[in-house]
């Protein structure tokens, strides 16, 4: 199922005040015995009372986040009504929070949630009216992957910042603090109160196939001082950061999403690697933190993925590291946390760890139905659903869904895609481009000189509803820089005749800038780009993911890391070929070099400038 355009801006109005007011009146009346709301948050006393009053089975339906196919509440289209009834049992959001009294609903794109900021907010009122018209309705927390550079759910013409490894590139608090204000802001305009980031993983591991580029880097101090700064951006603007992923997927090769990857770490080294940002994110006064499915041996001996340790859940984040928060499980759906045990099993298991919200679980009504059973026959007490329960509304309370739940129309257009916005994240970005081999100066590169340019290489899908190509934004924005640019897409891998059409289209140019995505020793990039080379013509590469492809090309005259295909990325690593502005960014990893990895080529703080 694939968009086919974005949904209606003007169709359904912001509910009126009054409809706000008879759906929140339940709400209200137990927070306020007496007299209107007030703008005060409600205390723990009148938080106690709304839990009190709760049923067993709205307490077990607090505790999850879920899914749901549709860009509306109560209309999705048929294909999403179709994919609900065959997932969730249900039509629609409003029937999901209805029958299960989901404390949290998550947007995702492939489930179209977020064609466009418009129909984000409508679908965000449309839930929370759902909610609220219910007996003894509470608001919905609901949340979203906004980590920007390659995992963002919300796209164009939201604003998009580069990714974390970029932001670590810049090196600038100031930067990571401004990224989460407005971030932060746009996301709240949109009713998404609760964003699963920044990623607080130190990532050592240049084989890490799940975080890489989405990390800050491999300095667990320049991570934590990066991860608070975003805690406060995005805190500062109303809405719940969470930092990821629990006790940290850094060193590892191995994706939790479809294996269960194990942490070789001693207790020291990841006290010393691993918690530094993870603490920093807790001194920031974090709202939440996700989970992860991996196993720690030194943690816990277990054989257990985090997730469901409560020597890691409870006995370190709670006790050790002092944190008191919402812990939120990342999705349940992934193999690392359904390997060892069924998927009726992890949400007892994860609760019983210390788990406070249950993420995206594969079968909602098998373990909704077994958090209820273990509650019934004694496994759970369900004063240890209340402590959870209370944690999810504290944070509710906090971030104003008991005051204002719904969002306007005009909300979206005075903050969303703004021109300061997007401009403050092209400054962000051109103070993140990373220049490692300049040889004979070729860069900046002379419009006179070079004036036709061949753009080939790499055409991974867009990561977050930019616009791409990334060889095609590339060779446009060269173009509006005084080049006559023109672009040919190669692919991650391509052909022998590939490669022979873009030699033969090199020729033609005058220099040759090569989009390379994750080049491998036997990867055909790298003859490509060899091949390039071999017809006398410059050839600038530009690393659109890891930065480690630089110590496979060794014959080019001059490389850049972006660390993503987005557009904002790519449009600075444009502007730092033509000169329009230096090169900033330091490595914030280190490059090991391609034929004996024990040795560093580049270290972290390496960067060329003009």
Same mark, same amino acid.
């Given at each position: 199922?694939?968009?086919?355009?974005?949904?209606?801006?003007?169709?359904?109005?912001?509910?009126?005040?009054?409809?706000?007011?008879?759906?929140?009146? %339940?709400?209200? &009346?137990? =927070?306020?015995?007496?007299?209107? @709301?007030?703008? +005060?948050?409600?205390?723990? *006393?009148?938080? /106690? !009372?709304?839990?009190?009053?709760?049923?067993?089975?709205?307490?077990?339906?607090?505790?999850?986040?879920?899914?749901?196919?549709?860009?509306?509440?109560?209309?999705?289209?048929?294909?999403?009504?179709?994919?609900?009834?065959?997932?969730?049992?249900?039509?629609?959001?409003?029937?999901?929070?209805?029958?299960?009294?989901?404390?949290?609903?998550?947007?995702?794109?492939?489930?179209?949630?977020?064609?466009?900021?418009?129909?984000?907010?409508?679908?965000?009122?449309?839930?929370?009216?759902?909610?609220?018209?219910?007996?003894?309705?509470?608001?919905?927390?609901?949340?979203?992957?906004?980590?920007?550079?390659?995992?963002?759910?919300? %796209?164009?013409? &939201?604003? =998009?910042?580069?990714?974390?490894? @970029?932001?670590? +590139?810049?090196?600038?608090? *100031?930067?990571? /603090? !401004?990224?989460?204000?407005?971030?932060?802001?746009?996301?709240?305009?949109?009713?998404?109160?609760?964003?699963?980031?920044?990623?607080?993983?130190?990532?050592?591991?240049?084989?890490?196939?799940?975080?890489?580029?989405?990390?800050?880097?491999?300095?667990?101090?320049?991570?934590?001082?990066?991860?608070?700064?975003?805690?406060?951006?995005?805190?500062?603007?109303?809405?719940?950061?969470?930092?990821?992923?629990?006790?940290?997927?850094?060193?590892?090769?191995?994706?939790?999403?479809?294996?269960?990857?194990?942490?070789?770490?001693?207790?020291?080294?990841?006290?010393?690697?691993?918690?530094?940002?993870?603490?920093?994110?807790?001194?920031?006064?974090?709202?939440?933190?996700?989970?992860?499915?991996?196993?720690?041996? +030194?943690?816990?001996?277990?054989?257990?993925?985090?997730?469901?340790?409560?020597?890691?859940?409870?006995?370190?984040?709670?006790?050790?590291?002092?944190?008191?928060?919402?812990?939120?499980?990342?999705?349940?759906?992934?193999?690392?946390?359904?390997?060892?045990?069924?998927?009726?099993?992890?949400?007892?298991?994860?609760?019983?760890?210390?788990?406070?919200?249950?993420?995206?679980?594969?079968?909602?009504?098998?373990?909704?139905?077994?958090?209820?059973?273990?509650?019934?026959?004694?496994?759970?007490?369900?004063?240890?659903?209340?402590?959870?329960?209370?944690?999810?509304?504290?944070?509710?309370?906090?971030?104003?869904?008991?005051?204002?739940?719904?969002?306007?129309?005009?909300?979206?257009?005075?903050?969303?895609?703004?021109?300061?916005?997007?401009?403050?994240?092209?400054?962000?970005?051109?103070?993140?481009?990373?220049?490692?081999?300049?040889?004979?100066?070729?860069?900046?590169?002379?419009?006179?000189?070079?004036?036709?340019?061949?753009?080939?290489?790499?055409?991974?899908?867009?990561?977050?509803?930019?616009?791409?190509?990334?060889?095609?934004?590339?060779?446009?924005?060269?173009?509006?820089?005084?080049?006559?640019?023109?672009?040919?897409?190669?692919?991650?891998?391509?052909?022998?005749?590939?490669?022979?059409?873009?030699?033969?289209?090199?020729?033609?140019?005058?220099?040759?800038?090569?989009?390379?995505?994750?080049?491998?020793?036997?990867?055909?990039?790298?003859?490509?780009?060899?091949?390039?080379?071999?017809?006398?013509?410059?050839?600038?590469?530009?690393?659109?993911?890891?930065?480690?492809?630089?110590?496979?090309?060794?014959?080019?005259?001059?490389?850049?890391?972006?660390?993503?295909?987005?557009?904002?990325?790519?449009?600075?690593?444009?502007?730092?070929?033509?000169?329009?502005?230096?090169?900033?960014?330091?490595?914030?990893?280190?490059?090991?070099?391609?034929?004996?990895?024990?040795?560093?080529?580049?270290?972290?703080?390496?960067?060329?400038?003009?």
């Amino acid at each position: 199922m694939h968009d086919t355009g974005t949904g209606s801006t003007g169709n359904t109005a912001q509910p009126s005040r009054r409809t706000v007011l008879a759906a929140t009146a %339940g709400v209200t &009346a137990a =927070l306020a015995a007496a007299g209107p @709301a007030r703008a +005060a948050a409600p205390d723990d *006393s009148r938080l /106690r !009372a709304l839990v009190s009053r709760m049923t067993l089975e709205e307490k077990v339906g607090q505790l999850f986040v879920m899914r749901v196919y549709g860009h509306s509440a109560t209309a999705p289209d048929q294909a999403d009504v179709d994919a609900n009834l065959k997932e969730i049992g249900v039509r629609t959001a409003a029937e999901l929070v209805a029958k299960y009294r989901v404390g949290g609903i998550i947007y995702f794109t492939w489930a179209h949630n977020t064609r466009e900021p418009h129909q984000i907010a409508e679908l965000s009122n449309g839930i929370q009216k759902a909610s609220l018209e219910l007996p003894r309705g509470l608001p919905v927390l609901i949340s979203t992957d906004q980590e920007h550079g390659i995992v963002a759910r919300v %796209g164009e013409p &939201a604003t =998009l910042f580069p990714g974390a490894m @970029a932001v670590g +590139a810049g090196g600038s608090r *100031s930067d990571a /603090r !401004a990224l989460g204000r407005i971030a932060g802001a746009e996301l709240r305009a949109m009713g998404i109160r609760q964003d699963y980031s920044p990623v607080a993983d130190v990532n050592v591991n240049p084989a890490n196939p799940v975080i890489g580029v989405r990390s800050f880097g491999a300095d667990p101090r320049a991570v934590a001082a990066l991860v608070a700064a975003e805690v406060a951006g995005y805190q500062g603007s109303g809405v719940a950061a969470t930092a990821k992923h629990f006790p940290g997927h850094g060193d590892t090769n191995v994706d939790s999403h479809t294996g269960f990857p194990t942490i070789t770490h001693s207790r020291e080294l990841w006290e010393q690697l691993d918690a530094p940002p993870f603490r920093a994110a807790i001194a920031a006064g974090i709202d939440s933190i996700m989970t992860a499915h991996l196993m720690v041996p +030194a943690l816990d001996d277990s054989g257990d993925p985090a997730t469901l340790s409560r020597p890691i859940l409870t006995g370190i984040l709670r006790e050790h590291l002092g944190y008191d928060g919402v812990v939120v499980t990342d999705s349940l759906g992934m193999e690392g946390v359904r390997t060892k045990y069924g998927d009726a099993r992890v949400p007892v298991l994860a609760l019983k760890a210390g788990v406070d919200q249950l993420l995206n679980p594969p079968d909602l009504d098998l373990a909704w139905n077994a958090v209820l059973t273990a509650v019934r026959e004694g496994e759970l007490t369900e004063a240890r659903l209340d402590e959870s329960i209370l944690r999810v509304l504290r944070l509710k309370s906090k971030l104003g869904l008991f005051r204002s739940p719904y969002v306007s129309h005009g909300g979206v257009d005075r903050t969303v895609g703004t021109r300061a916005h997007r401009a403050a994240a092209g400054r962000i970005a051109e103070r993140t481009t990373t220049l490692l081999v300049n040889e004979g100066r070729l860069l900046p590169l002379s419009r006179r000189r070079y004036p036709k340019v061949l753009v080939v290489g790499a055409d991974p899908a867009s990561p977050s509803g930019t616009t791409g190509p990334p060889t095609g934004v590339l060779a446009g924005a060269l173009s509006e820089l005084g080049f006559t640019a023109t672009a040919l897409s190669t692919g991650t891998a391509p052909s022998a005749a590939a490669i022979a059409k873009a030699v033969a289209a090199a020729r033609e140019a005058d220099a040759v800038v090569a989009a390379t995505y994750n080049v491998t020793a036997n990867s055909s990039q790298k003859t490509l780009v060899e091949q390039l080379v071999a017809t006398g013509r410059p050839v600038v590469a530009v690393a659109i993911r890891n930065p480690y492809d630089v110590a496979r090309l060794p014959s080019v005259r001059a490389c850049l890391a972006a660390y993503s295909w987005t557009d904002v990325e790519l449009r600075s690593a444009a502007r730092v070929i033509a000169g329009r502005v230096k090169p900033r960014g330091k490595l914030p990893v280190p490059v090991q070099r391609a034929d004996d990895p024990e040795q560093v080529l580049y270290p972290i703080g390496y960067g060329l400038s003009y």
